[in-house]
């Protein structure tokens, strides 16, 4: 397992070292690139600024060159760094889910899709999202799963939730929302009546604290047109008037061109399935036209293939229907619903995917290798959580 995790680290130093010594690999053309020079100018002009989404990102990374040097040599190392951490995290997770036996084969998915690798080893969020998404899951898990109140887990769980939705408009309101249900299903399913009091109690504290984190990004010049505009206006209205926006400004190649239409209900249900689908599942239908359409199209197979398995094991396997699976499912339904809304093209998508990626594959792969398993020893049974 160590050699697998150290593997996984060097395979990230090598992409850091590539963008950084010989240009920009895969994924850090655009956005990793405006971050690195938004961050260099920072501590050029020591112009550091508390804000949130993008803007919270530089400053964080600024922070880092402004201790350790401004090059994209360091900015890769910091999101290797942290990715690492979510690693960690992800190995303690498969453990809490009883997939000890599984863990090799998971963490080198985790580590080694090609997406993930090229995405965490530049100066982009996707390792700070990850990171804290991770933390916050297993916090709230461990909660749930405790015989006694531990308040301790519900404060991790929020502060990292909070910390998640500082570095992406779309997760400011998911990391409390995320919070706010295994809250929920703490205080269902527990019998405990002292720990139903904390979760109860707990829940009007998160809500009450998710509206003043609301209220504090909105002092924030973008929190103000972020957040004002979706209070001033239509959400539905903003969220199809954002999607034509993108488009027009001229999407990639690999764009959708699927709107979402609000004229009645049978229509936004219509549409949005649509999106969902191609955010799930493009570009398989289209013919492709270079190896990132490659690419896409054996993640897009993959990813159906393990969504198949993975519902298979939720209706099929008594386990799946656990607490804690549940709030897998949850999670990943939930995630990928709400990326797909503001997601107009499969490039994007590939980005948001390494998200959610890992929740599927954990849902997946014990199921897979029961089956395999179960064909080499032409047995019917499907034995996945025998002791490890």
């Known amino acids: 397992m160590l050699i697998s995790y150290f593997l996984i680290i060097a395979i990230h130093f090598i992409v850091t070292l ?13 956005d990793a690139e405006t971050f690195h020079i938004g961050a260099s100018n920072i501590v050029e002009n020591y112009s550091f600024t508390i804000g949130f989404d993008y803007l919270f990102y530089e400053n964080v990374l ?30 303690y997770l498969l453990d809490m889910l009883h997939l000890k036996r599984y863990r090799l084969s998971l963490l080198l998915l985790f580590g080694l899709l090609p997406s993930t690798v ?18 916050c899951i297993y916090s709230l898990l461990k909660y749930v799963q405790s015989e006694e109140p531990k308040p301790l887990w519900l404060i991790t769980a929020f502060i990292s939730a909070v910390l998640l939705g500082m570095f992406h408009k779309a997760l400011l309101l998911y990391g409390p929302f995320l919070v706010f249900f295994g809250l929920v299903l ?21 809500g009450g604290m998710t509206v003043v984190l609301v209220v504090s990004v909105h002092s924030t010049y973008i929190g ?32 959708f061109y699927v709107p979402f239409e609000t004229e009645s209900v049978a229509q936004m249900l219509r549409t949005f399935t649509q999106i969902y689908l191609h955010y799930m599942f493009a570009p398989i239908g289209s013919p492709p036209q270079g190896l990132k359409d490659i690419y896409a199209y054996a993640e897009a197979l993959m990813r159906l293939a393990a969504l198949v398995m993975s ?53 997946a792969i014990p199921v897979f290798f029961a089956f395999a398993r179960s064909v080499l020893a032409r047995n019917t049974t499907v034995d996945i959580f025998r002791p490890s």
């Open 18 to 30: 590539i963008n950084a010594l010989a240009g920009p690999v895969v994924g850090a053309e655009l």
């Open 62 to 91: 600024a922070l880092t060159y402004y201790l350790f040097g401004s090059s994209r040599l360091v900015g890769g190392t910091i999101s290797l760094i942290v990715f690492t951490a979510a690693a960690v995290v992800y190995l």
């Open 118 to 135: 090229f995405l965490t080893s530049v100066t982009l969020r996707e390792s700070w999202e990850l990171t804290f998404l991770l933390i």
């Open 186 to 206: 703490a205080g269902i399913t527990t019998s405990i009546s002292s720990k139903r009091w904390v979760t109860f109690g707990s829940l009007l504290i998160v």
């Open 224 to 255: 103000q047109r972020i957040i004002g505009g979706l209070l001033n206006e239509d959400v539905l209205t903003e969220i199809s008037r954002y999607r034509v926006g993108i488009d027009l400004w001229g999407s990639a190649r690999s764009a």
């Open 311 to 363: 519902v298979y094991g939720f209706f099929r396997i008594s386990t799946y229907r656990t607490i804690s699976y549940i709030f897998v499912v949850f999670f990943y339904v939930s995630a990928t619903l709400m990326w797909s809304i503001g997601t107009t093209n499969y490039g994007q998508a590939i980005r948001h995917h390494t998200f959610t990626n890992w929740a599927l594959f954990t849902l």
